[in-house]
C-alpha cells in the first residue's frame, strides 16, 4: 500500500499514521496536503497574521515529523495534530515580546488617552501583581512554573531537571497556575490576555 503513491488520498488518517510511523515520505506529504489548509486557518484565527501562521503550520508539521516513532495509529490522529498546533501557538505567543504584544491589544482594545504611556503603567503593575503572587507559591511549585512559563522547558524536561516524576511536575504545574488563576485581578479585559500570556 505504501509505495503506491497515488493511493494515499484515499487512505484512513489511522494508515496514514503507520505509514508516516515508518518513515514513509509520501504518507508525510498526503498528511500535510491533507491538514495544512486546515490548521493554516486555524493559526489565523488566532495570530491575525498570515506570514506568522505560514511559520507555524512549517514548525507543526515538524514537530510531527520528528515525533513519527512515537505516533499511535489506533488513537484520534485529527486529535493529535491539532493538539500540538495549539500548544505550538501558545509557544509561538509566549516567545514574542510580552510587552509589546500588550502594547498592540491596548491600542486596539481600549479608546486611546492622551497618556501615552498608560499601557505601560497597566503592564508594569499587572506584572508586579503576577510576580507577588508567584512568589507566594510554595517553593516546588514556584520553580517549576518558572521553570515552564519562563524558561519554556517541556515537562519532561523539567522532570529530569529536578529529578522528578512527570505526573508530579504536572500536579504542581497545574496547581500554581490555578493558584494564580484565582487571585490574579481581571479587573480588564486586557488583565485576561495578559494573563494568557504569562500562564496560558
Known amino acids: 500500500m505504501y509505495n503506491d503513491l497515488k493511493s494515499f488520498g484515499n487512505i484512513s488518517d489511522p494508515e496514514l499514521a503507520q505509514g508516516i510511523r515508518e518513515s514513509n515520505k509520501g504518507a508525510y506529504q498526503e498528511l500535510f496536503d491533507r491538514y495544512a489548509p486546515r490548521i493554516y486557518h486555524f493559526s489565523v484565527s488566532y495570530l491575525k497574521c498570515r506570514a506568522d501562521a505560514e511559520e507555524l503550520v512549517q514548525e507543526v508539521f515538524l514537530k510531527i515529523w520528528e515525533k513519527r516513532e512515537t505516533l499511535d495509529h489506533t488513537k484520534n490522529f485529527k486529535a493529535f495534530i491539532f493538539k500540538i498546533a495549539v500548544n505550538t501557538i501558545y509557544d509561538f505567543i509566549r516567545k514574542k515580546n510580552m510587552e509589546t504584544a500588550f502594547a498592540d491589544f491596548a491600542r486596539s482594545n481600549f479608546e486611546k488617552t492622551s497618556d501615552q504611556t498608560w499601557h505601560t503603567v497597566i503592564f508594569d503593575e499587572m506584572t508586579e501583581n503576577l510576580s507577588r503572587l508567584i512568589s507566594k507559591l510554595p517553593e ?22 529536578l529529578n522528578l516524576s512527570k505526573r508530579t511536575v504536572e500536579n504542581h504545574l497545574y496547581r500554581a497556575v490555578t493558584f494564580l488563576k484565582e487571585h490574579f485581578h481581571y479587573n480588564s479585559p486586557g488583565a485576561v490576555i495578559f494573563f494568557y500570556l504569562c500562564c496560558g
Open 140 to 161: 516546588q511549585q514556584r520553580n517549576i512554573f518558572l521553570l515552564s512559563k519562563e524558561e519554556g522547558l517541556s515537562n519532561d524536561k523539567i522532570a529530569e531537571k
